[in-house]
C-alpha cells in the first residue's frame, strides 16, 4: 500500500506538472482540481473517500504549485453544491463570494476536507471562474473555468484508478474576417490607412 501511495503522489505530481507546461499556467494563476479519492481507489464516486489517498495527492499537488508559483483551489462533492476550498487572502483578492461551511469527508468529499485542514486560513467560496483545471475522477470541474476551456489529453490518463481529464482556457476570439489573433512586430509598428473608425 505505501508504494501504492507514493505512486499517487507522483501521478498527481506529473498531472500537475503537464498541465502548467501544456496548458501554459503562469505563476499567479490559478487552478481547480476536483478529486474523487473513491475513484482513485477503484471505487464509485463518493462511496469510499480515502484520506489517506487525499494526504498524497496533496503532496503531490504541492510540490509542483510551490516550485510552478500556481494557486490552487480545491472542488468540495455535490453535497456542498461544489463550492470551492482556497486561502482566505485569495478569495479576498479575487472578490469571490465566501459560503459558510466546513468540508467534512461525508459532506465537501475526502480532498477538499484536507485540503481545507492544511491551509493558513481556508474558507470555502460559491464559484470560481479559473485559469485551469484538472479533474480526477470525473468530478466535472468544468463549471470553474474560465471562458473558453480548451480540453488537453495527458499523457498521464489516471491517477490510481481514476481517470484524469484537464483543461486549460484562452480569451474569446473576437471579430471577423479582418481580425488579427497574434501580433508581430510589424503589427505593432504599421499603421494601416484603411482604419475602421
Known amino acids: 500500500m505505501a508504494s501504492e501511495l507514493h505512486s499517487i503522489a507522483d501521478q498527481a505530481e ?22 474523487s479519492t473513491s475513484e482513485v481507489r477503484g471505487e464509485r464516486i463518493g462511496s469510499s473517500g480515502a484520506e489517506a489517498i487525499a494526504e498524497q495527492i496533496h503532496e503531490g499537488i504541492e510540490r509542483v504549485r510551490q516550485q510552478a508559483g500556481v494557486h490552487i483551489v480545491w472542488q468540495c462533492c455535490e453535497h456542498l453544491n461544489r463550492a470551492l476550498v482556497t486561502e482566505r487572502r485569495l478569495a479576498e483578492a479575487q472578490g469571490w463570494t465566501e459560503v459558510s461551511a466546513v468540508p467534512v469527508p461525508k459532506a465537501g468529499g475526502s480532498m477538499a476536507a484536507y485540503a481545507y485542514r492544511q491551509m493558513e486560513e481556508p474558507c470555502l467560496v460559491e464559484a470560481v471562474q479559473v485559469h485551469a483545471g484538472i479533474d480526477i475522477g470525473e468530478t466535472l470541474i468544468g463549471m470553474h473555468l474560465r471562458p473558453v476551456a480548451v480540453p488537453l489529453r495527458p499523457a498521464i490518463r489516471s491517477v490510481g484508478q481514476a481517470r484524469v ?31 475602421c473608425d
Do not use: F
Request: hydrophobic share 35%; proline share 4%; aromatic share 2%.
Open 14 to 35: 506529473g498531472a500537475l506538472q503537464e498541465l502548467v507546461r501544456s496548458g501554459g499556467v503562469r505563476p499567479g494563476q490559478i487552478v481547480v482540481l476536483g478529486v
Open 165 to 195: 481529464n484537464m483543461a486549460a482556457t484562452r480569451p474569446r476570439l473576437i471579430g471577423g474576417a479582418r481580425a488579427v489573433y497574434e501580433a508581430t512586430r510589424e503589427d505593432r509598428n504599421h499603421s494601416d490607412t484603411q482604419n
